[in-house]
């Protein structure tokens, strides 16, 4: 916007024009932070996710259950000796996310797999105790994960990823 | 809007849309090169302004449909939880709330600008008769947005409103109980309200667009009612109107940001605060300020279906504005008897809204009544009348004569009139924030609040002792059941660590379940958990209490509020004074007397209180010197806990005080900066058009 009646002094007006547009520009980019950031998790959701105890005395030896955390179903499995057993002679390096299972469970604690159910390939629940290698089998796209929770077959990219957990007693652990 | 469009777009891609969309020559031609008058004043800034607020108010009214539920159930906890828990939730809300105040006292500059300037004439009937589509479009917008907090004056509000239809001969009942979907205002009404009050504000966009269009067919009206002749008499609305009402905008966001951060329940009614309750009436039901001449026309009328028929015909009437005023002389600029009896009719209107606020009794009623008649016949009798007696001025040749005659003389006034906006605006929300309170109890007198004022902050000594005394005290009968244990560790709080608010919280038990065996069981409560209420139901604590029912603490101190009468609630606007609430609970502690005074009859089960509207409330006094002990040596004396556990209360009822206040402050003086560059710019801007 130069026009001949301000050709006189140009700096000065060019100066006030980019200092208002530069202000209205911070306002408008601060205006934007509380109407995106409404968007992330509330205060009750967010305390909602703390973390919960859950008993394993119940839990037979190859059974599993589900719980709820954050939303988000987590399997824990009392595995036999068997399906160990499998899941740690297999090389490491044959499987698609190279994983151990020792680094797949808590030292001490073998027997108790920890898993969020979630399959990795796009969010569907996997099956417990199915598929080819006695794991876990996907059934929306047919991704199958063995007793360590690891992807064998299929599209799913990754292993069952392990929620932060720990052992409170030996019969009792804490997820989150 | 006017004419194909001489925008010539050189980029090839903009070129190609161009030839088969020709979006950017509309908005070129709408926005741009549109020939603006350029005598305008700043009242016509109030165009851009709504359109600035009916877009501020989608915005923020998607984002709260996003967190509110339409639930008679939850739509009180589900606000509730807006404001305290979602992200930046007390923001949206004041805005979306103070909006629709700030929403209505711009459309009312609009209308009476249109109204002096005669905007409704010949040739912009229809783009009047759209405006008043907007306006009952905004109205009924407006008031089922009322409804969906769901407190006591959403719910009798909707009663009252949805019966007026029941004044309608033969088919009333019918049309009221299918408008409620059911046998009294309820859940199916909430659920209807709630669709469309989300479904109108798009209408009233679409029809803004048609209003747009006549007002870009028919141009623009202009303080010397003349229609632009030559080239000389416009400007291009781009950069000259686009500065101007850029800074007009920044002028009212100070206005707005004033209530969004330093007032924002000052709009309200603090009857709000306390959830629907079908069993109980609010002593007055007030509407908001906005429709108060309207709902004193209303009562004025001693038959109801007159009544009814006299509110709406008042907004109907507008309509027909345009032919009831056959004046030649559009401008009351030159018309120096329409100009006198406008204000007048200003004068009547501002008088309505104070008498809407009024008890129905009394004078009011007779004021309410003349003014009635005023109001009416303004319209029907003095407007056809003036336009046959009166000898208007000669207006001006041509705007461009308009313009040079006003050079050389005073400037435009705008700070001026920004301030008699600011006071007219606060005398007309304070009239009616006035009337808004429970009479016939001693004023309880103002104490001193850490909290109070735009850089207030709460005290965390006070608090820390007001919860002990809510603990120790209160609990027993009071629930505070909107707090939650990790609201104790939170920013802005009491200043307990997170393990000091989960110790605290271990002391409680809470009611969880079922379990495994499909049993409910009890145990220690945790952050998440929110205060327990000492009894289950609402039938449970009236068996306990002697049939009174104590109420939940949790908004208390918003929820209560006593007419503070004039000029006090003008010194409340300008210093941000908002602790009626808390000064009234805290006195309320503190009223107690042994004895009533001589000639008051105390019923039976009841206590005297001054402060207790009244005076015989159902509570026996609480709060006894040395009842709780205090560790940090505060006087154990019933003023030093009536004071603390107000502090406690006021931010029970709004945990988000401080950071409110803090930004408040940041985004008062980015406000001052940008209008003030904006101010200078536009100043460049004009300087080539004067």
């Given at each position: 916007m130069t026009t001949a009646s301000s050709a006189d002094n140009p700096t000065r007006r060019d100066f006030l024009y980019v200092a208002t547009g530069a202000v209205a520009a911070v306002g408008g980019a601060a205006t934007v932070v509380p109407l995106v950031s409404q968007m992330n998790p509330d205060a009750s959701t967010v305390a909602a996710g703390a973390p919960i105890e859950v008993d394993l005395t119940p839990i037979a030896e190859g059974q599993d259950i589900k719980v709820f955390w954050r939303g988000k179903p987590i399997y824990i499995s009392h595995r036999t000796k068997k399906q160990i057993e499998e899941a740690r002679k297999v090389p490491v390096s044959s499987l698609p996310d190279p994983q151990s299972d020792e680094q797949r469970v808590k030292p001490g604690h073998d027997q108790w797999l920890v898993v969020v159910g979630i399959c990795t390939h796009l969010g569907c629940i996997p099956i417990a105790n199915e598929g080819a290698y006695d794991g876990f089998f996907c059934p929306c796209h047919g991704s199958v994960y063995d007793t360590s929770g690891r992807i064998r077959q299929g599209p799913a990219p990754t292993n069952l990823a392990v929620p932060p957990y720990t052992f409170v007693s030996d019969t009792k652990i804490q997820i989150g | 809007m006017s004419g194909p469009s001489d925008f010539q777009p050189t980029n090839p891609a903009l070129k190609w849309i161009e030839r088969r969309l020709p979006i950017m020559g509309l908005m070129h031609s709408s926005f741009v090169a549109y020939p603006t008058p350029r005598n305008l004043n700043y009242w016509w800034t109030f165009g851009a302004i709504l359109s600035f607020m009916l877009g501020v108010q989608i915005l923020t009214g998607v984002i709260l449909a996003m967190h509110y539920t339409p639930h008679a159930?939850?739509?009180?906890?589900?606000?509730?939880?807006?404001?305290?828990?979602?992200?930046?939730?007390?923001?949206?809300?004041?805005?979306?709330?103070?909006?629709?105040?700030?929403?209505?006292?711009?459309?009312?500059?609009?209308?009476?600008?249109?109204?002096?300037?005669?905007?409704?004439?010949?040739?912009?009937?229809?783009?009047?008769?759209?405006?008043?589509?907007?306006?009952?479009?905004?109205?009924?917008?407006?008031?089922?947005?009322?409804?969906?907090?769901?407190?006591?004056?959403?719910?009798?509000?909707?009663?009252v409103i949805t019966n007026l239809f029941s004044a309608v001969p033969y088919f009333g009942e019918s049309i009221v109980t299918l408008l409620w979907g059911g046998y009294a205002v309820g859940n199916?009404?909430?659920?209807?309200?709630?669709?469309?009050?989300?479904?109108?504000?798009?209408?009233?966009?679409?029809?803004?667009?048609?209003?747009?269009?006549?007002?870009?067919?028919?141009?623009?009206?202009?303080?010397?009612?003349v229609e632009p002749k030559t080239e000389k008499d416009t400007v291009p609305f781009t950069p000259y109107a686009t500065m101007k009402d850029m800074f007009g905008v920044s002028c009212f966001l100070l206005f707005f940001a004033w209530f969004i951060f330093y007032m924002p329940n000052y709009l309200g009614d603090p009857e709000n605060y306390i959830p629907a309750n079908p069993a109980v009436t609010p002593a007055h039901i007030v509407p908001e300020w906005y429709y108060l001449p309207f709902y004193a026309i209303l009562r004025s009328i001693p038959n109801k279906l007159a009544g009814v028929v006299a509110m709406f015909g008042a907004i109907i009437i507008l309509a027909f504005l345009p032919w009831l005023d056959s004046a030649k002389t559009r401008s009351s600029k030159y018309r120096p008897l329409a100009k006198q009896f406008f204000w007048m009719f200003v004068v009547v209107c501002i008088g309505l809204g104070y008498l809407g606020a009024q008890p129905p009794e009394g004078i009011y009623v007779i004021v309410g009544r003349i003014l009635t008649f005023l109001y009416f016949a303004y319209f029907l009798i003095l407007l056809p009348l003036l336009a046959r007696i009166e000898k208007p001025r000669p207006v001006p040749n041509s705007i461009a004569d308009d313009v040079l005659a006003k050079t050389g003389g005073k400037p435009a006034p705008m700070v001026s009139t920004v301030i008699a906006l600011m006071v007219a605006g606060g005398l007309l929300l304070g009239g009616a924030e006035s009337a808004r309170a429970a009479e016939g109890s001693a004023k309880p007198p103002a104490q001193k609040w850490s909290f109070s004022g735009p850089f207030g902050k709460f005290d965390r000594g006070a608090m820390q002792r007001g919860l002990k005394v809510y603990k120790e005290v209160c609990a027993s009968c009071h629930g505070l059941s909107f707090v939650a244990f990790r609201n104790l560790a939170e920013t802005g709080g009491p200043g307990y660590s997170v393990a000091q608010a989960q110790a605290f919280a271990s002391e409680y038990k809470v009611k969880d379940g079922p379990n495994d065996q499909g049993e409910m069981f009890e145990r220690p409560g945790r952050p998440a958990d929110y205060f327990p209420s000492p009894f289950p139901n609402e039938q449970a604590a009236r068996a306990a209490n002697g049939g009174a029912f104590p109420p939940d603490l949790s908004l208390i101190t918003k929820a209560r509020s006593y007419s503070r009468g004039f000029p006090m609630f003008l010194i409340d606007f300008f210093?941000?004074?908002?602790?009626?609430?808390?000064?009234?609970?805290?006195?309320?502690?503190?009223?107690?007397?042994?004895?009533?005074?001589?000639?008051?009859?105390?019923?039976?089960?009841?206590?005297?209180?001054?402060?207790?509207?009244?005076?015989?409330?159902?509570?026996?006094?609480?709060?006894?010197?040395?009842?709780?002990?205090?560790?940090?040596?505060?006087?154990?004396?019933?003023?030093?806990?009536?004071?603390?556990?107000?502090?406690?209360?006021?931010?029970?009822?709004?945990?988000?005080?401080?950071?409110?206040?803090?930004?408040?402050?940041?985004?008062?003086?980015?406000?001052?900066?940008?209008?003030?560059?904006?101010?200078?710019?536009?100043?460049?801007?004009?300087?080539?058009?004067?």
């Open positions: - | 159930d939850m739509a009180f906890k589900s606000v509730e939880l807006i404001v305290r828990d979602v992200n930046y939730g007390w923001l949206l809300r004041n805005i979306h709330a103070s909006g629709a105040s700030m929403f209505f006292f711009a459309v009312y500059i609009h209308m009476f600008r249109g109204l002096y300037y005669g905007s409704y004439k010949e040739p912009r009937e229809v783009l009047w008769i759209l405006g008043v589509i907007i306006y009952l479009l905004m109205m009924a917008t407006g008031f089922m947005g009322y409804v969906l907090p769901w407190g006591q004056m959403s719910f009798w509000g909707a009663t199916p009404t909430l659920n209807r309200f709630f669709s469309l009050h989300y479904l109108l504000p798009f209408v009233i966009a679409g029809v803004v667009v048609l209003h747009i269009w006549a007002l870009h067919v028919a141009g623009q009206n202009n303080p010397a009612g210093t941000q004074y908002q602790e009626q609430g808390p000064d009234y609970v805290t006195a309320l502690l503190e009223g107690y007397e042994d004895k009533p005074p001589a000639g008051f009859n105390l019923p039976e089960g009841s206590y005297y209180n001054t402060y207790f509207p009244g005076h015989a409330i159902k509570m026996p006094k609480p709060l006894n010197d040395g009842q709780v002990t205090y560790d940090d040596g505060s006087p154990a004396t019933v003023a030093q806990y009536a004071k603390d556990v107000t502090h406690f209360l006021m931010w029970a009822a709004e945990p988000h005080m401080e950071a409110r206040k803090q930004l408040g402050l940041q985004v008062f003086v980015f406000l001052i900066l940008l209008t003030v560059l904006l101010y200078f710019t536009k100043k460049k801007v004009w300087a080539n058009a004067h």
